[in-house]
C-alpha cells in the first residue's frame, strides 16, 4: 500500500519511504454565491476523503491572475484533517507583506510552504499588474528559513528580540525542461543554492519527458544533495497542451512531439480522454519506479478523476514503469542533458556526465558576450573592486576619509561619475547596492523582467525571457562565466537580498564601506589629522 500513515506530517510523510499522491487545487477569482457551496470546496473535501491523496496543495494566483488568497481555501479544507501545502509567490507581495503571509499561515498551523518566485503579472483591473519581486525564490526560502531559527528585530527602543520560532517545512522548484545547456545549468545551480538556503523539498515545472525529471535526482547525488523529490503531472486536454506547447505557461513544455499525439488522440471520439489519463497515470507508474517521494496531480477538476487515474497508476505491474519511461520521451530538438544516455534503461547515466559538456568546460567557446568591454570590466572588478586585491585598500581607506571629513561635493561627484559610466555601460538604475558581480556584469533592473539576482526564473524558453521580449539574463550571464572557468560556482554563497535603503546612493562607496549586500569589513576610523600636516589629495 502507498497510503499514508494517518495524521502524518507532509514532512513524515515525504521522508517516510513510500510513495504517496498529492492534488493541486487553484482558486478562482471572484466569491462564490451566497448559500452556495463552492465547487472548488467540493472538490477539496472530496479529495480529503481519499486516504490515498496525502495532501492538498493551493496555488497563489497562477499565471499572474488575482485570485482568492490560498489560505482561505485552506482554512475551508483544514478541518477535514488532510496535510496542506500552500504556494507563497513574490510577484504580488514585497518582503514586509511575504513575511507577514508567512506570519499568518504559521499562526493558522499552515506549516507547507512551497516558496516561488511566480509568473509576471498578465492582468489586472483596468491593466496588468505592476509586478513585485522585491524577493525571489532564493531569498524567500532564507527569510523562511531564518524564521525557523527564530528571527532576530530590532524594536523601536534599540533592543534585539529574537522572535518564536516557526517550523515551515520548504519546498523549491526546479525548471529542468529546458533545451539549452546556457539555460539548464543555472537552473541545476540555482536549485543547489535553495536547497543550501533551507530549501527541504523539490518539485519541478511541468514537462513530459521523464528522463529530464530522471535528470533532477541524478544531478543532487552528483551534487551531494539530498532531499525528497516530487513528481510533477498535469492532466493535459487539447487546449492546455497548445498553450504550453506555445510557450503561454512559463516554464511549462509540451514539444511539437507531444502536441502531435495531442491532436491526433484528441481529434477522436472521447477528445483523447483516455490517453491522458493513460499519460498521467504511467507518469506517476515512472515516479515511483525512479524512486521519487511522491506524485503530484493537477490539471484535474473532479475527485473521482484523481481517483481513476490513482487507480490506474496503481494497477500495472512492478517494472511495467521502465517501459513507460522510454515511452514518455518528448524532448524538443537538439535538448541538452547534463548526463549521458543509459542505453539499458532510456534514462540517464548517474556515472556518466555529458562528455561534450565536460569538454566544453575545459575549451568554452567564446561566444558574442564575451566581448572588450566585459573584459576591460573584469580586469577593473580584480584590481580595484575585489578585497585585498591591488586597489582596494587604497580606495576604501580614501572612501572612509571623505566620509568622516564629511567632503560632500567629492562623495557627489564620485557618484555622478559612476552612474553615468555605469548607464553607459551597464544600464545602471541607481539601485545603490550593486550585483554586477554577481550577474556577470549585467544590471538586473535593466536586463531581467524580474529583477531576479539569485539565479534565473523557470519561465524562459529557449534562452528568451518570458516576456519574449530578451534573451534571458543569466543564459548570457553563464555564456560569460564559462568563458572564465567560472560557471560551476556562479551561484555559490548565501541568498542576495538587496536593500532598498540604498538606492540613489554610491554603490561604490556602499561597497567599500561595507554597506551593501557584499558586507566587505569596513576600515578602522581614521586618526584624527594632524594640524601641521598637508591637506590629503581630493580626487580629480
Known amino acids: 500500500m502507498t497510503n499514508p500513515t494517518p495524521h502524518s506530517s507532509f514532512r513524515e510523510q515525504l521522508n517516510s519511504g513510500r510513495f504517496i499522491y498529492g492534488a493541486e487545487l487553484v482558486t478562482t477569482r471572484g466569491i462564490p454565491e451566497p448559500d452556495q457551496k463552492p465547487k472548488l470546496v467540493e472538490l ?10 496525502g495532501w492538498v496543495s493551493i496555488t497563489d494566483n497562477p499565471g499572474g491572475n488575482p485570485m482568492i488568497p490560498a489560505d482561505w481555501l485552506a482554512n475551508l479544507l483544514k478541518p477535514r484533517g488532510k496535510e496542506l501545502v500552500i504556494h507563497l509567490t513574490c510577484k504580488d507581495l514585497n518582503r514586509n507583506g511575504l513575511e507577514s503571509a508567512a506570519w499568518r499561515y504559521a499562526a493558522d498551523g499552515f506549516n507547507n510552504i512551497l516558496a516561488l518566485t511566480g509568473d509576471y503579472p498578465t492582468s489586472g483591473f483596468k491593466g496588468p499588474a505592476l509586478p513585485v519581486f522585491d524577493l525571489d525564490s532564493v531569498s524567500l526560502v532564507a527569510m523562511l528559513k531564518t524564521m525557523n531559527e527564530g528571527m532576530e528585530v530590532v524594536r523601536p527602543n534599540g533592543k534585539t528580540e529574537r522572535l518564536a520560532k516557526t517550523n515551515f517545512f520548504i519546498g523549491a522548484a526546479v525548471a529542468p525542461f529546458k533545451r539549452q545547456e546556457r539555460e539548464l545549468m543555472p537552473q541545476y545551480f540555482k536549485l543547489a543554492r535553495k536547497l543550501q538556503c533551507g530549501a527541504e523539498w523539490v518539485i519541478p515545472q511541468l514537462g513530459y519527458d521523464m528522463r529530464k525529471f530522471h535528470e533532477i535526482k541524478l544531478f543532487l547525488d552528483w551534487a551531494n544533495l539530498s532531499a525528497p523529490i516530487i513528481g510533477n503531472v498535469y492532466v493535459l486536454n487539447k487546449t492546455v497542451a497548445r498553450m504550453f506547447n506555445q510557450n503561454k505557461i512559463p516554464g511549462c513544455v509540451v514539444s511539437d512531439a507531444l502536441y502531435a499525439q495531442v491532436e491526433k488522440y484528441a481529434a477522436g471520439p472521447d477528445k483523447g480522454k483516455a490517453f491522458f489519463t493513460e499519460l498521467a497515470a504511467k507518469q506517476l507508474a515512472v515516479f515511483k519506479g525512479m524512486g521519487f517521494a511522491a506524485g503530484y496531480l493537477g490539471g484535474v477538476h473532479k475527485a473521482d478523476t484523481f481517483a481513476q487515474i490513482i487507480d490506474l497508476a496503481e494497477s500495472y505491474g512492478a517494472n511495467d514503469w521502465k517501459e513507460f519511461a522510454r515511452e514518455i520521451q518528448f524532448p524538443k530538438p537538439d535538448e541538452f542533458y547534463l548526463f549521458e544516455k543509459d542505453e539499458a534503461t532510456g534514462l540517464g547515466n548517474g556515472a556518466r556526465v555529458n562528455a561534450a559538456y565536460l569538454q566544453s568546460l575545459k575549451e568554452p567557446a567564446k561566444t558574442a558576450e564575451v566581448g572588450l568591454g566585459y573584459r576591460f570590466t573584469r580586469a577593473v572588478h580584480g584590481l580595484a573592486f575585489t578585497p585585498g586585491n591591488k586597489l582596494f585598500p587604497t580606495i576604501q581607506q580614501g572612501y572612509a576619509r571623505l566620509e568622516t571629513g564629511q567632503h560632500d561635493k567629492a562623495l557627489s561627484a564620485l557618484h555622478g561619475v559612476e552612474h553615468l559610466s555605469k548607464v553607459v555601460m551597464f544600464g545602471c538604475q541607481d539601485c545603490g547596492d550593486c550585483s554586477l558581480p554577481d550577474t556577470g556584469y549585467f544590471c538586473p533592473r535593466a536586463s531581467c523582467s524580474k529583477t531576479q539576482r539569485n539565479g534565473p526564473c523557470g519561465g524562459s524558453a529557449d534562452g528568451r525571457c518570458e516576456l519574449h521580449d530578451k534573451d534571458c539574463m543569466w543564459a548570457r550571464a553563464y555564456d560569460r562565466m564559462k568563458f572564465f572557468g567560472e560557471s560551476e560556482h556562479m551561484l555559490d554563497g548565501p541568498a542576495v537580498f538587496a ?22 569589513a569596513q576600515p578602522e576610523p581614521a586618526a584624527a589629522p594632524d594640524p601641521k600636516a598637508p591637506p590629503p589629495l581630493r580626487p580629480i
Open 44 to 53: 477539496g473535501e472530496g479529495l480529503a476523503a481519499d486516504a490515498r491523496i
Open 499 to 520: 536593500n532598498p535603503a540604498l538606492r540613489g546612493t554610491s554603490g561604490w562607496a556602499n561597497n567599500f564601506l561595507g554597506r551593501d549586500h557584499h558586507q566587505v
